[in-house]
Protein backbone atom coordinates (compact mmCIF):
# COMPACT_ATOMS: atom_id res chain seq x y z
CA UNK A 1 0.00 0.00 0.00
CA UNK A 2 1.40 3.52 -0.99
CA UNK A 3 0.83 5.40 2.02
CA UNK A 4 2.23 8.62 0.26
CA UNK A 5 -1.20 8.81 -0.81
CA UNK A 6 -2.39 9.21 2.33
CA UNK A 7 -0.75 12.70 3.24
CA UNK A 8 -2.78 16.19 4.19
CA UNK A 9 -2.43 18.69 1.50
CA UNK A 10 -2.31 21.92 3.53
CA UNK A 11 -3.06 25.04 1.77
CA UNK A 12 -1.17 28.16 2.16
CA UNK A 13 -1.56 31.61 0.83
CA UNK A 14 0.26 30.79 -2.14
CA UNK A 15 -1.46 27.72 -3.53
CA UNK A 16 -4.91 28.79 -2.43
CA UNK A 17 -7.17 29.69 -5.23
CA UNK A 18 -9.99 32.98 -4.88
CA UNK A 19 -12.72 32.69 -7.31
CA UNK A 20 -15.25 35.28 -7.46
CA UNK A 21 -18.82 34.77 -6.82
CA UNK A 22 -21.99 36.59 -7.00
CA UNK A 23 -24.98 35.61 -4.78
CA UNK A 24 -28.22 37.47 -5.08
CA UNK A 25 -30.10 38.37 -2.14
CA UNK A 26 -33.42 39.43 -3.68
CA UNK A 27 -36.49 38.37 -0.88
CA UNK A 28 -33.84 36.21 0.58
CA UNK A 29 -33.68 35.76 4.55
CA UNK A 30 -30.98 37.94 6.04
CA UNK A 31 -29.32 35.36 8.47
CA UNK A 32 -29.66 31.83 6.14
CA UNK A 33 -28.09 34.33 2.87
CA UNK A 34 -25.08 36.05 5.87
CA UNK A 35 -23.97 32.39 7.30
CA UNK A 36 -23.94 31.19 3.14
CA UNK A 37 -21.75 34.00 2.50
CA UNK A 38 -19.43 33.06 5.76
CA UNK A 39 -18.93 29.56 4.10
CA UNK A 40 -17.68 31.00 0.91
CA UNK A 41 -15.69 33.84 2.26
CA UNK A 42 -14.34 30.92 4.65
CA UNK A 43 -13.72 28.79 1.96
CA UNK A 44 -15.34 25.33 4.11
CA UNK A 45 -17.27 24.15 0.63
CA UNK A 46 -13.83 23.73 -1.09
CA UNK A 47 -11.90 20.37 -0.09
CA UNK A 48 -8.16 22.26 0.46
CA UNK A 49 -9.96 23.59 3.54
CA UNK A 50 -7.09 25.09 5.83
CA UNK A 51 -8.53 26.96 8.88
CA UNK A 52 -5.39 29.15 9.44
CA UNK A 53 -5.24 30.71 5.75
CA UNK A 54 -7.58 33.10 3.41
CA UNK A 55 -8.50 30.11 0.87
CA UNK A 56 -12.31 31.26 0.40
CA UNK A 57 -13.91 32.80 -2.66
CA UNK A 58 -14.58 36.73 -3.28
CA UNK A 59 -18.18 36.92 -2.53
CA UNK A 60 -20.11 40.30 -4.25
CA UNK A 61 -23.59 40.63 -2.46
CA UNK A 62 -26.14 42.53 -5.03
CA UNK A 63 -29.48 43.36 -4.00
CA UNK A 64 -28.87 44.08 -0.28
CA UNK A 65 -31.99 45.96 -0.21
CA UNK A 66 -34.52 43.84 -0.86
CA UNK A 67 -33.47 41.49 1.59
CA UNK A 68 -36.26 40.00 4.42
CA UNK A 69 -36.28 40.18 8.42
CA UNK A 70 -38.76 37.03 9.53
CA UNK A 71 -41.73 38.38 12.21
CA UNK A 72 -40.84 41.69 14.16
CA UNK A 73 -37.51 41.88 13.57
CA UNK A 74 -37.75 45.35 11.56
CA UNK A 75 -38.76 46.72 15.15
CA UNK A 76 -37.63 44.59 17.78
CA UNK A 77 -33.91 43.22 16.43
CA UNK A 78 -31.40 45.83 18.15
CA UNK A 79 -27.85 46.55 16.89
CA UNK A 80 -25.85 47.60 20.37
CA UNK A 81 -22.24 49.55 20.24
CA UNK A 82 -20.18 51.45 22.27
CA UNK A 83 -18.83 54.82 21.63
CA UNK A 84 -15.94 54.13 24.25
CA UNK A 85 -17.09 57.31 26.55
CA UNK A 86 -18.95 56.36 30.04
CA UNK A 87 -22.33 56.32 29.01
CA UNK A 88 -21.80 55.55 25.57
CA UNK A 89 -24.04 52.86 24.54
CA UNK A 90 -25.89 53.25 21.22
CA UNK A 91 -28.48 51.54 19.91
CA UNK A 92 -30.51 50.72 16.82
CA UNK A 93 -33.13 49.24 14.99
CA UNK A 94 -32.92 47.26 11.93
CA UNK A 95 -35.40 49.71 10.27
CA UNK A 96 -32.75 52.42 11.20
CA UNK A 97 -29.46 50.47 10.15
CA UNK A 98 -31.79 49.74 6.42
CA UNK A 99 -32.99 53.30 6.27
CA UNK A 100 -28.86 54.57 6.66
CA UNK A 101 -27.30 51.87 4.14
CA UNK A 102 -28.85 48.45 3.83
CA UNK A 103 -25.64 46.82 2.62
CA UNK A 104 -24.57 47.64 6.47
CA UNK A 105 -27.32 44.66 7.67
CA UNK A 106 -25.00 42.36 5.36
CA UNK A 107 -22.18 43.24 6.73
CA UNK A 108 -22.71 43.08 10.28
CA UNK A 109 -24.30 40.18 9.68
CA UNK A 110 -21.61 38.51 8.05
CA UNK A 111 -18.64 39.87 9.97
CA UNK A 112 -20.01 38.65 13.60
CA UNK A 113 -20.02 34.62 11.65
CA UNK A 114 -16.48 35.36 10.94
CA UNK A 115 -13.24 34.70 13.41
CA UNK A 116 -12.87 37.41 15.45
CA UNK A 117 -9.42 37.55 14.71
CA UNK A 118 -6.55 38.89 12.03
CA UNK A 119 -8.12 36.30 9.91
CA UNK A 120 -11.12 37.67 10.27
CA UNK A 121 -10.26 41.16 9.49
CA UNK A 122 -8.48 39.43 6.50
CA UNK A 123 -11.62 37.71 5.19
CA UNK A 124 -14.26 40.24 5.49
CA UNK A 125 -12.42 42.14 2.95
CA UNK A 126 -13.60 39.96 0.55
CA UNK A 127 -17.00 40.36 0.93
CA UNK A 128 -18.54 43.18 -1.37
CA UNK A 129 -21.91 44.43 -0.59
CA UNK A 130 -23.98 46.23 -3.40
CA UNK A 131 -27.57 48.00 -2.99
CA UNK A 132 -28.91 47.99 -6.39
CA UNK A 133 -28.13 45.08 -9.14
CA UNK A 134 -25.09 46.63 -10.70
CA UNK A 135 -21.49 46.00 -9.23
CA UNK A 136 -17.96 47.48 -10.46
CA UNK A 137 -16.81 43.97 -10.90
CA UNK A 138 -17.26 42.76 -14.36
CA UNK A 139 -13.69 42.26 -15.26
CA UNK A 140 -13.34 39.48 -12.56
CA UNK A 141 -15.88 37.86 -14.62
CA UNK A 142 -17.67 36.45 -11.42
CA UNK A 143 -19.83 33.40 -11.49
CA UNK A 144 -23.47 33.36 -10.01
CA UNK A 145 -24.14 30.93 -7.49
CA UNK A 146 -27.65 30.49 -6.15
CA UNK A 147 -28.26 29.48 -2.72
Known sequence: ?????????????????????????????????????????????????????????????????????????????????HTGFPGGQRKTTANEMKAKSSTLLVESAVRGMLPKNKLGSQLFKNLYVYEGNEHPHEAQQPKEITL
Do not use: Q
Open 1 to 81: MDTLSFKTISLNKATAENNWLIVDADSKVLGRVASEIAKLIRGKHKPGYTPHVNCGDNVIVINADKLRLTGKKWTDKVYVR
